[in-house]
């Protein structure tokens, strides 16, 4: 069961092909569709060098915010649309999560859809405080 009042860690899962729910280090959900509110948007660099040098997938980015809904990848039903911009990560061209128009880090966001198609996020009303330069 997923505790509603505390944060939780999402990341693709490239194998299963979905988003992977983490809550007090255990694994609680697969989704196809996720919503957060007040996101953070992680990238472990130890993990990423490591992953480069490699060349083995590892959980190194990841989003943390607190879960608003979720669709299970057997669930039939869709999550609202959300208005945003897109982000997404490549550990070969950035060390953070970017915008997916201006290539600027996101570290921050009101809230974050995750679907099949990426990531969409709300920015807040000033975006000096989501968007930061490297």
Not at 14 to 38: E, N, P, T, V
Not at 61 to 84: F, N, Q
């Amino acid at each position: 069961m997923i505790d509603q009042r505390k944060p939780v860690r999402v990341f693709k899962n490239w194998k299963l092909g979905c988003y992977s729910i983490m809550q007090d280090g255990r694994l609680k959900a697969s989704a196809r569709q996720l919503l957060l509110a007040d996101v953070e948007f992680r990238v472990r660099e130890s993990g990423r060098r490591r992953m480069l040098e490699n060349g083995v997938r590892n959980v190194h980015a990841y989003a943390i915010g607190h879960l608003v809904d979720y669709v299970h990848p057997k669930e039939a039903r869709e999550l609202e649309g959300m208005s945003g911009r897109g982000t997404f990560y490549d550990p070969k061209r950035f060390s953070a999560f970017v915008d997916s128009e201006t290539e600027t880090p996101v570290i921050y966001a009101l809230a974050a859809l995750f679907d099949e198609r990426g990531v969409i996020y709300a920015s807040p009303c000033n975006e000096s405080t989501l968007i930061q330069a490297a």
